[in-house]
Every structure is written in structure tokens, then in C-alpha cells.
């Protein structure tokens, strides 16, 4: 089993950057994919980006494009969600999530394990 624990989130004023840190520990060299979603307060688990374990390929959500970007450590077994451009509408908690067993994409029924999430608050 994978376990998954984000760090790095706080308060910050817009404009400015954060980054977020998914530690995996466990059984990872059965992940195929990560994945970082966030909810805001009262709306929907929303997809942020998702990254392929094996081609290291990553997409992004629209809305995030161009400001944000998921990198990641092998040797940490770390996941990075580097986040550029705050703007207070980036308000959520923050998720990573791992796949065993399928190739990730934006849904969040296709990751089976789950972080206890990371809060970042933009403010104005």
C-alpha cells in the first residue's frame, strides 16, 4: 500500500508562489500515476493536474495552466506542485493522490489512494 502526505500549504497573499510537497511511502513502485486536486469550500473536488508515474508525462487543468507545475523526486519519492501567480480563487485544500491501477486523467475516481490533503488560503 501507498501512503501519501502533502505538505507546504499556508496563507498567502495573491501574486505570490507556494510549493506543495506529496511524500509517498510504501509500496511505490506501484503507482502508475499522481494526481493533485483541490476543493474549495463548499464546491466540488476539482483536478489540477495529473502526472504518468512511468513517461512522466503531465497535463494540467485550464485553469492552472502556464502558473502551475508538478515536478517530482525519485530518490524523495516526492511529488511537487509548484504554484506560481496566486490568485485568491486558488483558495482550497489541497490533494495529492496516487493511481495502482490505471494511467490517472482528471477524474478523481480513477486514483484509489488519497492524502489527508494540505489547506492554501490566497488572500487580496
Known amino acids: 500500500q501507498v501512503q501519501l502526505v502533502e505538505s507546504g500549504g499556508g496563507l498567502v497573499q495573491a501574486g505570490v508562489s507556494l510549493r506543495l510537497s506529496c511524500a509517498a511511502s510504501g509500496r511505490t513502485f506501484s503507482t502508475y500515476a499522481m494526481g493533485w486536486f483541490r476543493q474549495a469550500p463548499g464546491k466540488e473536488r476539482e483536478f489540477v493536474g495529473s502526472?504518468?508515474?512511468?513517461?512522466?508525462?503531465?497535463y494540467y487543468a485550464d485553469s492552472v495552466k502556464g502558473r502551475f507545475t508538478i515536478s517530482r523526486d525519485n530518490a524523495k519519492n516526492t511529488v511537487y506542485l509548484q504554484m506560481n501567480s496566486l490568485k485568491p480563487e486558488d483558495t482550497a485544500v489541497y490533494y495529492c493522490?496516487?493511481?495502482?491501477?490505471?494511467?490517472?486523467?482528471?477524474?478523481?475516481?480513477?486514483?484509489?489512494?488519497w492524502g489527508q490533503g494540505t489547506p492554501v488560503t490566497v488572500s487580496s
Open positions: 493522490a496516487a493511481s495502482t491501477t490505471t494511467t490517472g486523467g482528471s477524474r478523481s475516481g480513477n486514483y484509489d489512494l
Open positions: 502526472m504518468r508515474w512511468s513517461s512522466g508525462y503531465i
